[in-house]
C-alpha cells in the first residue's frame, strides 16, 4: 500500500514535470511568435511607408510636362536620357504639339 502511494506520488510528479515542460515549451514558442509578429508589424510598417513614398512619387511624375495634367498610362509618352533615366512624361497628343 505505501509503495504503491509512493509510486503513484512518483509518478505525479513526473507528470507535473512533464506538464511544465510543456507549457515552458508552449510558453517559448509563444515568446517566439510573439517577436516574429513584432518583426512582421514592423516590416509592414516599412513596407506600407515604401509604398506611400511611390504613390507619392508617381502622383509627381505622372503629370504630362506640356500641360500638366495628370497621365494616363495608356496614354503616355516617356522621354528618357542618355542614361535611360526618365526625363519627361507627355500625353501622345501633347507631345505630337511639339513638333508642330
Ligand atoms: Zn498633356
Redesign the pocket.
Known amino acids: 500500500m505505501l509503495e504503491r502511494m509512493e509510486t503513484g506520488e512518483h509518478l505525479n510528479q513526473e507528470n507535473q514535470d512533464d506538464l511544465k515542460e510543456r507549457v515552458e515549451a508552449t510558453l517559448y514558442k509563444l515568446r517566439e511568435l510573439r517577436k516574429r509578429v513584432a518583426e512582421l508589424k514592423c516590416k509592414c510598417e516599412e513596407f506600407r511607408e515604401m509604398e506611400v513614398q511611390r504613390f507619392e512619387n508617381l502622383k509627381n511624375t505622372l503629370r ?1 510636362d ?2 500638366k ?1 495628370k497621365l494616363d498610362p495608356e496614354d503616355e509618352v516617356i522621354i528618357k536620357d542618355a542614361n535611360g533615366e526618365e526625363r519627361s512624361h ?2 501622345r ?2 507631345f505630337q504639339e511639339l513638333f508642330k
Open positions: 504630362c506640356k500641360c495634367h507627355y500625353h497628343e501633347c
